[in-house]
């Protein structure tokens, strides 16, 4: 099969998100990576009368129920959406000037996330390599679209793609149709036209396969495959191995 688009992921397929970066903060007498560290001495300022761990108990929480709403409603829920359920687990009234809190709260927890990531400069030479053989996209699943763009400045590559579909931005996520059939409509093709390439055999491989896509699976720790999803069309241990693919 000949390909003309080549689809590629984000977090763990051209960017790696390195948890070792998020700053050290120590809650009930235990060490943890955590944005919270920086989040909040901003926000015991304003509301000093919640402590440290009941404050990270409902980051967690939050977050938790971000992911469990994702999978039940099949649906993106945004990072904004999962701050306004912190807020309302922390029992703090949505006033307009909350809003205005829980937005600057936001954007320093994100500018944290951003600084985590790392953008190896071999995938921008790879996907520079790929440029003149194959038109080029990215879809990620990601809670923030600014953010995910600013990775993608950052990494020097935004250029390298004709279309970029973040999930907070189209409110579906992989492994959903929906957001693979917005990518080939803005491209002007078909699936069959595609081939994708993602580190998730649940969200990349079964997403692509399902719509009819082509599907390579970077399998960089050697998982095994769950028979439940349809097997990939290839397998690479490293993202530059594609190169013999395609
Ligand atoms: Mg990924």
């Not at 409603?73 to 959406?81: D, I, L, P």
């Not at 359920?85 to 703090?92: A, E, K, P, R, S």
């Not at 954007?107 to 030479?125: F, G, L, Q, S, W």
């Not at 692509?208 to 690479?236: F, S």
Request: glycine share 4%.
């Amino acid at each position: 099969m000949s390909y003309r688009v080549v689809i590629f992921d984000l977090f763990d397929t051209l960017a790696d998100f390195v948890r070792e970066r998020l700053p050290l903060i120590h809650i009930n007498g235990e060490a943890i990576r955590s944005t919270s560290a920086v989040i909040y001495p901003i926000f015991a300022a304003r509301h000093g009368h919640i402590s440290l761990e009941t404050f990270y108990q409902a980051f967690r929480k939050s977050f938790d129920e971000a992911a469990r709403l994702r999978e039940v409603e099949e649906r993106e829920v945004s990072a904004r959406e999962r701050f306004h359920l912190f807020f309302q687990m922390l029992q703090v009234p949505l006033t307009p000037d909350s809003e205005s809190f829980l937005a600057s709260l936001l954007d320093v927890h994100m500018a944290c996330i951003a600084d985590a990531v790392h953008a190896p400069p071999e995938h921008r030479e790879l996907l520079e390599w790929l440029r003149p053989r194959y038109r080029l996209a990215l879809i990620s699943n990601f809670d923030h679209g600014p953010t995910a763009r600013k990775v993608l400045d950052r990494a020097g590559i935004t250029s390298s793609f004709e279309l970029i579909l973040i999930s907070e931005e189209i409110g579906q996520r992989k492994p959903h149709a929906a957001i693979f059939e917005v990518a080939c409509q803005a491209l002007r093709i078909t699936p069959a036209e595609a081939i994708f390439i993602g580190d998730s055999p649940s969200i990349d491989i079964a997403g692509a396969k399902g719509v009819g896509m082509g599907a390579i699976w970077l399998d960089r720790k050697g998982d095994r495959l769950d028979e439940a999803i349809p097997p990939p069309d290839h397998i690479v241990k490293r993202l530059e191995e594609i190169k013999g693919i395609l």
